[in-house]
């Protein structure tokens, strides 16, 4: 690995400024090893002269001593579902392959205006709709952390943002955007050792983020530090006027303290006993008990806690997920969104062919399913039903994380990420796309149900040499809080991605 591909933004930041480092190579270097990792087919498309352009601007303005903001030089990549001027933006689908946005998604704005030099698109599941990314029209995207990436038995780097995983994981790039609308940037966070960042709804703008599940949706943050995460959230946090669903109280910038001046002593985390679950292997439950143990040490209080209709969190999401892929979907229709048949007998066929070549199977069978659910005879039984419990589950959240007469409330909850390491690659593709969302997705979409922020980060490599990740999760709008709890634990399980990586390159 590059030298300084182990130093922090404020790291290389730092090194820009003193001369030691100059953005312009830092690109050249992760564009070239980009390259050279074609294999993990991490990116969709690299855009070098686009990011060569701005690494020269990038570089000029620190010779001139007048960097525009913290992240000025610093290398990133955003999912292949963030709207991009003069780049195309496909959803990994055929539906959408010839699209070149005329704007930029909101957070892709807010980090080009902070400097940031934007190396490409990365790969993803079809519409973000699985937990793997091997869905796509580019092909699957692979782990890092593979025993073997030229054989069969190569590790799936998680999905839907697997190939912004998968690229902060290989160090080709300090930090990379995914969205979440289940799990998608937690999932493959986990399975690839680095961080992922789910904010409260509504804290980052969704504009210009292709839709899969509007009330779910969040653009998400994927790097190799907390500290990373936290400079990567100020860029691009904050009201929008062009997004409606952000919140409007002006955003104040995170500021973590120092790791020895963290005070667990009047903390209290919650371990839900719902997550406890089936398929739940012995390493991770070994590395959860030994995470609570190291906060109960420093002082914290640990208590079980209960989220009773977790259980039921699974079904429901799916529900809703399928009804609103049903709606936003319908807007491909080969006349004014999306690729277009050359079969023009009328207008009823080229809607439907275009849509049966454009769309793959996993995305056509949530369309139908969705317009199942919402047939006027299903709709109450289905569609608002899953509704009802939705607010249960949100309540579960709320009533933990508030006082009541008799009970203490929580800081923080604490549960796994993943209920395992990374699969294999033969071992995922044995389940159906609904199969494989109902297990990767149990413990990170209920987060998405109640709109509350949650953080995943990796702990320990398992005993087959791969990362190990819990996840913390907490009440709205209480990001300070999270990635302080979380800095600390990162800072005493001290797992650093690069050098884990190397250590097992190396063993093998």
């Given at each position: 690995m590059r030298g300084h591909m182990k130093l922090g933004i404020k790291q290389l930041t730092a090194g820009y400024?003193?001369?030691?480092?100059?953005?312009?190579?830092?690109?050249?270097?992760?564009?070239?090893?980009?390259?050279?990792?074609?294999?993990?087919?991490?990116?969709?498309?690299?855009?070098?002269?686009?990011?060569?352009?701005?690494?020269?601007?990038?570089?000029?303005?620190?010779?001139q001593q007048k960097p525009i903001g913290g992240l000025d030089g610093i290398t990133i990549a955003i999912k292949d579902n963030f709207c991009t001027s003069n780049l195309p933006t496909t959803c990994a689908s055929r539906m959408l392959k010839d699209f070149v946005p005329p704007y930029d998604a909101t957070v892709a704005d807010r980090l080009r205006a902070a400097g940031a030099i934007l190396l490409g698109k990365t790969n993803m599941d079809q519409f973000a709709m699985?937990?793997?990314?091997?869905?796509?029209?580019?092909?699957?995207?692979?782990?890092?952390?593979?025993?073997?990436?030229?054989?069969?038995?190569?590790?799936?780097?998680?999905?839907?943002?697997?190939?912004?995983?998968?690229?902060?994981?290989?160090?080709?790039?300090?930090?990379?955007?995914?969205?979440?609308?289940?799990?998608?940037?937690?999932?493959?966070?986990?399975?690839?050792?680095?961080?992922?960042?789910?904010?409260?709804?509504?804290?980052?703008?969704?504009?210009?983020?292709?839709?899969?599940?509007?009330?779910?949706?969040?653009?998400?943050?994927?790097?190799?530090?907390?500290?990373?995460?936290?400079?990567?959230?100020?860029?691009?946090?904050?009201?929008?006027?062009?997004?409606?669903?952000?919140?409007?109280?002006?955003f104040k910038r995170l500021?973590?303290?120092?790791?020895d001046q963290i005070d667990l002593r009047s903390l209290r985390i919650g371990i839900p006993k719902e997550y406890h679950c089936e398929g739940l292997t012995a390493e991770v439950l070994e590395t959860w008990t030994k995470v609570a143990d190291l906060l109960e040490c420093a002082g914290a209080h640990v208590q079980q806690?209960?989220?009773?209709?977790?259980?039921?969190?699974?079904?429901?999401?799916s529900i809703l997920n399928q009804c609103e892929v049903a709606s936003n979907m319908a807007r491909y229709d080969?006349?004014?969104?999306?690729?277009?048949?050359?079969?023009?007998?009328?207008?009823?066929?080229?809607?439907?062919?275009?849509?049966?070549?454009?769309?793959?199977?996993?995305?056509?069978?949530?369309?139908?399913?969705?317009?199942?659910l919402l047939l006027r005879k299903n709709y109450e039984h289905y569609f608002e039903k899953a509704l009802r419990v939705r607010r249960l589950i949100a309540d579960d959240f709320?009533?933990?994380?508030?006082?009541?007469?008799?009970?203490?409330?929580?800081?923080?909850?604490?549960?796994?990420?993943?209920?395992?390491?990374?699969?294999?690659?033969?071992?995922?593709?044995?389940?159906?796309?609904r199969d494989q969302c109902?297990?990767?997705?149990?413990?990170?979409?209920?987060?998405?149900?109640?709109?509350?922020?949650?953080?995943?980060?990796?702990?320990?490599?398992?005993?087959?040499?791969?990362?190990l990740s819990l996840q913390l999760m907490s009440n709205h709008l209480n990001e300070q809080l999270l990635l302080t709890v979380a800095r600390w634990i990162e800072a005493q399980v001290e797992f650093d991605c690069l050098e884990s990586l190397e250590k097992h390159v190396a063993r093998d």
């Open positions: 400024i003193n001369g030691q480092f100059s953005p312009k190579a830092v690109t050249e270097q992760a564009l070239k090893d980009a390259k050279n990792l074609k294999t993990l087919n991490a990116f969709a498309c690299l855009a070098p002269e686009q990011a060569l352009q701005q690494a020269e601007d990038s570089t000029e303005r620190y010779a699985g937990a793997g990314t091997v869905d796509s029209i580019y092909g699957p995207t692979k782990n890092i952390w593979s025993e073997d990436l030229s054989q069969d038995n190569w590790r799936i780097a998680g999905g839907s943002s697997g190939g912004s995983a998968s690229a902060v994981a290989a160090g080709l790039c300090y930090a990379a955007i995914g969205s979440d609308t289940g799990g998608s940037t937690r999932n493959p966070a986990s399975y690839c050792g680095v961080i992922g960042l789910k904010p409260t709804y509504g804290l980052c703008s969704r504009h210009g983020l292709i839709p899969l599940v509007n009330s779910m949706d969040v653009p998400g943050i994927v790097t190799r530090s907390i500290s990373d995460s936290v400079e990567i959230l100020n860029a691009v946090a904050g009201p929008d006027h062009l997004d409606s669903t952000t919140i409007q109280k002006s500021q973590l303290p120092e790791v806690v209960s989220l009773p209709n977790t259980a039921s969190s699974i079904f429901v999401y080969g006349i004014e969104y999306g690729h277009r048949s050359e079969d023009e007998r009328s207008t009823e066929q080229l809607y439907a062919q275009s849509r049966a070549e454009g769309f793959n199977q996993v995305v056509k069978t949530r369309i139908l399913t969705g317009n199942f709320a009533k933990v994380f508030k006082p009541s007469a008799t009970e203490h409330k929580v800081d923080i909850l604490l549960t796994p990420t993943t209920l395992s390491d990374a699969p294999l690659y033969k071992d995922f593709a044995s389940l159906s796309n109902a297990v990767q997705d149990f413990c990170t979409q209920p987060a998405n149900m109640a709109g509350i922020p949650a953080v995943s980060l990796p702990v320990r490599l398992s005993k087959a040499g791969l990362p």
